[in-house]
């Protein structure tokens, strides 16, 4: 069994690694846990039932509460790099055969899941702990991209309340705008670099609305990672906001015909998952034209 332990950023990230592994253990046949993802479990299908449709996948490692909480004591303790790649080296010293093995990867470098060395400790009889965000299985993922995307469902009544934002937006619009406003962490991360303004949102706004013929009704659905702006905060622009609730927020900008946005996992998994085309604003100026906007297939 592979067991992903390392809890690496929030949602759109741990999405991500958890689909590159599901279709990498979907095509090769191995069994996988992936505690990692116990915080956000209860709000998709497959994890909140444990429902792989047939997949030897599970979050939990094991199946009892008393045991799993013991061991998410355990995986507390192995978060930091440095720790788990002390055990990694310990390990080596000490062959055993009933002891797991570790991989410990370097988050800066990539790694195929689908290398023979991986896939025969995937095989084996002992468990193979994993440590890193850039375990990646590119083929596959687009290969059962339909499978995952079932498996990653919202439960209920989330999925409600995503498809009535999404009635409500369009019923004023032809075309619907999803934009990802990002608050909160990032007026920090990177100096601030992807912090913009409302006025700043606004002109990409009307920027992309100039665009779409004049006969179409274009709308925007603003999701917000924290209080969202007043609507009078984008004049001239029909704007409906996203529940305000992170899982449907992301699933609603899923809904959308195009999607805005800094750069985030976030709104890659958006795209992704609904195939809407998405483009990311790099820097405050930068131009939007509709032909930049790409389905993002983490390829």
């Known amino acids: 069994m592979v067991i992903l332990i390392k809890r690496f950023g929030q949602l759109g990230n741990r999405l991500f690694l958890f689909a590159h592994l599901v279709a990498n253990a979907a ?8 505690p990692s993802f116990n915080g956000y479990a ?11 449709g047939g997949l030897p996948v599970r979050v939990n490692v094991l199946l009892g509460s008393r045991s799993e909480r013991w061991l998410e004591r355990l995986f507390n303790m192995v978060q930091r790099p440095a720790v788990f790649g002390a055990l990694q080296r310990l390990r080596r010293q000490l062959p055993a055969p009933a002891l797991p093995e570790l991989l ?4 800066d470098h990539g790694y195929d899941l689908n290398q023979p060395d991986y896939l025969s400790l995937a095989r084996g009889q002992r468990p193979v702990l994993l440590h890193g965000w850039c375990f990646r299985d ?3 993922l687009r290969k059962h991209a339909r499978l995952i995307r079932e498996l990653f469902q919202l439960i209920e009544p989330h999925r409600t309340a995503v498809a009535a934002v999404l009635a409500a937006a369009r019923r004023t619009a032809d075309v619907l705008v999803g934009v990802h ?13 992807y912090y ?8 990409f706004m009307q920027a992309v609305a100039a665009q779409l013929p004049a006969g179409q009704r274009v709308a925007f659905l603003v999701a917000c990672s924290e209080e969202p ?12 906001f996203a529940s305000g609730h992170f899982v449907e927020d992301m699933y609603a900008l899923a ?11 976030y709104s890659m998994w958006a795209s992704f998952y609904g195939e809407v085309p998405l483009l990311h604003l790099e820097t405050p100026d930068q131009p939007v034209p509709l032909a930049e906007f790409q389905v993002y297939t983490d390829d």
């Open 181 to 193: 406003i990002r608050r909160s962490d990032y007026a920090t991360y990177l100096d601030g670099r």
């Open 196 to 203: 913009y303004d409302d006025a700043t949102y606004a002109r």
């Open 42 to 52: 209860r709000y998709f299908q497959a994890p909140a039932t444990g429902d792989f």
């Open 255 to 265: 809904g959308c015909d195009y999607l805005l946005g800094p750069p985030s996992s």
């Open 27 to 34: 095509e090769h046949g191995y069994a996988l846990a992936n």
């Open 104 to 107: 410990y990867l370097d988050d």
């Open 138 to 140: 590119r083929p596959n």
């Open 229 to 240: 702006p007043p609507a009078a905060a984008f004049p001239g622009l029909q704007v409906h």
